[in-house]
């Protein structure tokens, strides 16, 4: 009887564990997201959280989709010390992601080999903003104007920068950040 109360107990407190880690996710993982061509949507604090996030939203169709190459190389260069990239595409600029969620899945594995997290297209500005973007924008000051946008987060789930499309993922800028996280 001892043991079954013990292990019931212990079930409990880790309930409150979690509970409490739940409680404590910060505002900007504070979402529940699908991924890319899925209908379940994932809660980002699970999925993102204690990382270094690299957020960007994404196109297929822009003069800087070739971001996408430097993106994945990113991510595998720093994965195991704890880096995320979590792309949102988006058909906000110019229409350049005007294809079904599982047409850019597609294009993005085969074109550019993307195994980065990848979650629904996205609206990233203006009126009917995702929330998460209206978050990133409100804190930065700084909403994206265009595709590949990034949003640097620290492990702790702040926001500690923010890049605009120009910024390619090889940029020094961006990697010194990344590097000073990690």
Known sequence: MQTVLLAVVGWVLLGSVGSAEAADCPEAL?????P??????VDLCEVLGGRVV??????????????YEGLEEL???YRERGLVVAGFPSND?????PGSEQQVKNFCRLTYGVGFPMFAKTRVRGPGADPLYEHLARVTGDPPRWNFHKYLLDRQGRVVASFPSQVAPQDKRLIDSIEALL
């Open 36 to 41: 890319l061509s899925e209908d379940q949507p």
């Open 93 to 97: 600029f110019g229409n350049q992601e």
């Open 75 to 77: 991510y595998t260069r």
């Open 54 to 67: 690299l957020i960007v939203n994404t196109a297929s169709k822009c003069g800087f989709t070739s971001q």
């Open 30 to 34: 504070d979402f529940r997201k699908p």
